[in-house]
Structure formats: C-alpha cells, structure tokens
C-alpha cells in the first residue's frame, strides 16, 4: 500500500493570512432572483448604477460583427483602443493600461503597491473595492472620517504614515455621490508624499464634468505618482463586457501591464469600447438626461422627507434617519413591487439606501413605491 501523507488544506502565505477576513463583494441583487422569490415578471433594478440607455449603437453593432472572430484572441496592446484614447486624454499610449473594468485596475494598483505590513489610505464611505483589495493584497486598510459624506482631504493627508503605499479616492464617490472640486484635489496631491500612489477612480466622471467636476487625467502630467481610472461600465454602458482603463504615469502603467495576466480583456470589450467612445454625441445626451432625471428626484425626494446627498453620479443616496424607517425591510418591500434597490449597510451607512437615477418612467415607478411605503 502506498503511503498517504496526512490531508492539510493548501497553505496561505505569511502576508496575506488576512484574506480569509475578507468579506466577498455583494453586487446589486439579480432580477433573476427577485422574480424568483416574488413571482414577478416585471422588475426595476436600480441597484448597480448602470446606465438605462443602453450603450451607443456603434458599440452594440461592432459587439455583434466580432462574433464571427471568437477563436482569435485578442490584441493584447489593445493597439487601436489605447491610441483612441491617448488622443482624447492628450497622453502617450505607454500612460494607458486596459482592464476587465476599472475594478481589475484597481485591484492590480493595490497588489503593485502595497503589502503586508504596508497602509493603504481612503475616506470611510469610500468604494467598498478598496479594502477588499488592499485585503487582498496583505495590507492594512486606513479608513478616514469624511466631512458631510465627503471624503476630508486634510484628514487624508494626517492619515498618511511612512507605510502608507497607496491612497484611494473615488470622484466622485459610490456610494455617496459627492466630489471634491479641483482646489481640494490639487491640495491633496501637492501634499502628498511622491512615493504613495493616489489611485483617483473617475468611474463616474463622464457624469460630473458636466457639473464643473474636474478631469483627473489632466492631472497627470503634473503628478507622476497619480492613477485615474475609468470606465466603460457606467455612462458607457458596457458593464457586462468588463472593460475600463486607468492613466498614470509610464512607469506606473508599466508595472500594472507586468502583473495583469495576458489577454485579459476581451475582443467584444475591446471592439465595443473602441465605437463607443467614438460616439461623443451619444454620452453626452446620457448625461445630460441623467442630470435632468436625477434632479427631479432629489427635489422629489426632499418633498417626500427623504433627504436625498447631493449627487454628482447616476445614483442618489437616500438617508431614511428621518422617517424612522429601517433600510432593510425597505429594501425588501421595494423588491415586492418590483424594484431592487441597494443597502449600504456594509459602508457603515445604516440608514441610507442607494438608489439608481433609471429611465423616467422607472424613477416615477420608484418614487411611488417609496412614498408608499413610508
Ligand atoms: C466608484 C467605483 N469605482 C469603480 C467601479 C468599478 O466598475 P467596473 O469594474 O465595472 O469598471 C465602480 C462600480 O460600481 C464604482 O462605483
């Protein structure tokens, strides 16, 4: 008989003992699932801030002529896409790294450049994926408090330490909606140390520079220790091909292109992204009628006693204090008629719900079913 060595479960490394703590990314809950457990055919999620208009339709029909090209991979140097872009932002292509959404960007930032032992910095109500992957990475997460649901520069900036490797901050932020303007930016990265990479997440920009937001990528020829990301996902709406792109500088990009696997992203995603952003026109009509849509609602919001945060994104968020009414069993009410919003309990935001900025019909829908329910 041969001899069988005792079964051990495969063993973690030193650094990252920490990942069992990681609590798994929730997404918005399926429609699937809530036609499910309702017995309802007609469903409203709000809950992903995806966009209600669907991507531009050169997006959609270069998606569907790639079909016949599915045994070939894909071009690893993204080599059109990344030109495509070098010209809109005005950088070199070497600045520009392509990901499976910008999520995968910020996730290839923290493994980069931090690890165990090392701090990684961002506000409190910050994107739930930034300590997921400084977890993940074997760091230690610094949350900083915010100022009224908005991220603290001076509090960001005490909040740095030798070890501190990475900053993340989203602007505008998921979930609050709230962003800094272009002084506060710039005190922040004036003060910065150089050797910490400040990751800023423009996954909502398309949204806010409308709205006197600041374009980040203009940044980066005067900061060399600066990551933007962006994406596809959200204005675009492209967020089931899983593509977004971050710029920063050559030597930054460099080190992301070392550690991401090959082929990472996708023909469809790449050939979608490429006719989408050629179609100018179509995003700025999606952001111009989300603004108009989400508007109405915030006032519609206030009227109802619902205090809506001011919101720079597709998505507002809802402080229930007020009303006494508890966020969860909302929640679950909302689904009852149809409509999936999100919690944020997990951001420490115990009374909040975020809700989607849909098509109008949709934002009427949901309005209703809250002034129901309160
Ligand atoms: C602030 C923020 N950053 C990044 C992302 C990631 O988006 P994706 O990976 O689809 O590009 C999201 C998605 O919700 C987000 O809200």
């Known amino acids: 008989m041969p001899q069988t060595a005792p079964q051990t479960s495969p063993r973690l490394p030193k650094g990252l003992a920490n990942v069992v703590a990681i609590k798994p990314y929730v997404p918005g809950k399926p429609i699937e699932d809530v036609a499910r457990e309702f017995g309802l055919t007609e469903i409203h999620k709000l809950a992903s801030n995806e966009s209600p208009y669907g991507p531009p339709p050169p997006a959609m029909a270069a998606y569907k002529k790639i079909a016949d090209d599915l045994w070939i991979y894909p071009d690893n140097d993204a080599f059109r896409l ?9 950088v070199q292509p070497n600045q520009i790294i392509f990901g499976t959404g910008s999520s995968h960007l910020l996730e290839l930032a923290a493994r980069a450049f931090a690890g165990a032992g090392d701090e990684v910095v961002f506000p409190e109500h910050g994107f739930i994926c930034y300590a997921l992957f400084t977890q993940a990475a ?5 949350r900083v408090a915010e100022k009224n649901l908005t991220a603290d520069v001076d509090g960001l900036l005490a909040a740095i330490t030798p070890k501190t490797r990475v900053l993340f901050l989203a602007n505008p932020n998921n979930p609050t909606g709230t962003m800094l303007d272009e002084e506060a930016l710039r005190h922040l990265l004036d003060n910065v140390p150089s050797n910490v990479l400040v990751v800023l997440d423009e996954a909502y920009a398309d949204y806010a520079l409308i709205e006197g937001g600041v374009d980040g990528t203009e940044l980066v020829h005067e900061y060399r220790n600066l990551l933007v990301t962006r994406t596809f996902s959200k204005a675009y709406a492209l967020a089931a091909l899983r593509i977004g792109y971050a710029i920063g500088s050559e030597e930054v990009v460099s080190i992301l292109k070392r550690l991401r696997p090959p082929f990472s992203v ?8 490429e006719a989408a952003i050629g179609d100018a026109a179509f995003i700025s009509d999606v952001v111009r009628k989300n603004k108009v849509e989400r508007d109405r609602m915030a006032k519609a919001y206030d009227a109802l006693g619902v205090l809506a945060c001011p919101s720079y994104c597709n998505f507002v968020l809802l402080d229930l204090a007020v009303t006494g009414k508890d966020p969860s069993e909302l929640f679950v009410a909302l689904q009852k008629q149809g409509i999936i919003v999100r919690p944020v309990k997990e951001y420490g935001l115990n009374t909040h719900l975020r809700v989607s900025i849909g098509l109008p019909t949709e934002n009427d829908k949901v309005l209703a079913a809250i002034r129901s329910l309160l």
Do not use: E, F, M, N
């Open 266 to 273: 996708s023909t469809p995603a790449l050939v979608a992204a």
């Open 138 to 142: 074997g760091a230690t997460a610094v």
């Open 82 to 90: 990344t030109r495509k872009v070098a010209d809109i932002h005005g």
